[in-house]
């Protein structure tokens, strides 16, 4: 049964672009949708729309009517990347109201169909816990949580692909699209440059660090992508851009982007570091180096914190302050 809920709707700096927040049943908490709803011609568009839950479809209801605003009057939803509490009402908007759904290349299996997608995730992610060190009721344990996140998924067609540099009419502008990968490989932000906003998604969260996150090659001979390095490197690119406010996917506004950025890049070194250090007093394994980190970790987290700390391997390995040794499969990693 649900109670009523006060409509979450509240106005950005620029006239017609709302805030829509939403709760969603992970850690991470409320969520935030984009409604961009302008006097000029441009469509009604809606970027991302948080986890499908009934308390989320009510919120989410809600604060479109509070800006007079339904389901059926959203004519596109740009998806900002593929996690499930940015795509929960892709499937219904699209249904209900014939809107149009635009993503990211990336993005699309995802969108299309989901559940092919994440058991092939899955499998792909087996071989690196096991050569991790990972114990089998932890795998068993993360296989769980993928599924209980893909639970929430209905599959829905992308109609048209953004990428790097394409444009994007919103509320009368031009806006900009940027393919931030890092948190996720088809992560984009939206930038305009007269007002200087950028809609940063999860690319950039004054609260919490993006975390960026374990994921196949686009093809199955490339090499794993090294989404910390991604992440660094495109945090920087952001940090050039001259923005006033940049609107994440969760949590507060953030007005002072390259001071934020430069505190995240000092962050992500000093973790790189404390494992090195952890590296050069024993050789250690994935698994162990994320006791080591996250002694009081809960299993629903598991996933992201071995994401967390292989990024920092790949970084340190990249920067060749550490090396593997495998035995039976397993690789211990060592300072160099
Ligand atoms: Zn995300």
């Not at 900002?80 to 908007?93: E, K, L, P, S, V």
Request: with cysteine; hydrophobic share 40%.
């Amino acid at each position: 049964m649900l109670t009523e809920i006060a409509p979450r709707c509240h106005q950005t700096v620029l006239e017609g672009l709302y805030a829509l927040s939403m709760p969603t049943p992970f850690p991470v908490g409320d969520v935030f949708a984009y409604l961009a709803r302008g006097s000029d011609a441009s469509p009604l568009t809606l970027i991302d729309c948080g986890v499908r839950t009934d308390e989320a479809r009510a919120a989410l209801e809600a604060g479109l009517a509070a800006c007079g605003v339904t389901f059926r009057d959203i004519e596109r939803v740009v998806i900002t990347h593929h996690h499930t509490d940015h795509i929960g009402f892709a499937a219904q908007i699209a249904a209900e109201s014939g809107a149009e759904v635009w993503a990211h290349r990336l993005c699309v299996p995802w969108l299309e169909q989901p559940e092919p997608t994440r058991r092939a995730f899955d499998a792909y992610l087996q071989p690196i816990f096991r050569e991790g060190g990972v114990p089998e009721d932890a795998i068993k344990g993360i296989e769980r949580v993928s599924a209980y996140l893909g639970s929430f998924v209905q599959s829905v067609r992308v109609a048209r692909t953004l990428d790097e540099g394409d444009q994007l009419q919103l509320l009368g502008k031009t806006w900009r699209v940027y393919h931030t990968k890092g948190h996720a490989g088809d992560l984009l932000c939206l930038y305009q440059p007269e007002t200087r906003i950028l809609l940063s998604s999860d690319h950039l969260l004054r609260d919490i660090s993006s975390n960026p996150l374990i994921e196949p090659p686009e093809a199955p001979d490339q090499p794993r992508p090294q989404r910390l390095l991604d992440y660094l490197a495109e945090l920087q690119r952001i940090a050039q851009l001259d923005i006033r406010i940049a609107y994440p996917g969760h949590g507060a506004p953030v007005t002072d982007v390259p001071q934020l950025v430069a505190s995240r890049l000092a962050m992500h070194a000093g973790r790189a570091e404390r494992l090195r250090a952890l590296c050069a007093e024993q050789p250690r394994t994935l698994y162990q180096l994320v006791g080591e980190l996250f002694p009081r970790l809960r299993q629903p987290e598991m996933f992201l914190a071995l994401s967390e700390v292989l990024g920092h391997l790949d970084l340190l390995l990249h920067e060749g302050k550490i090396a593997a040794e495998r035995h039976d499969g397993v690789a211990f990693w060592r300072a160099a």
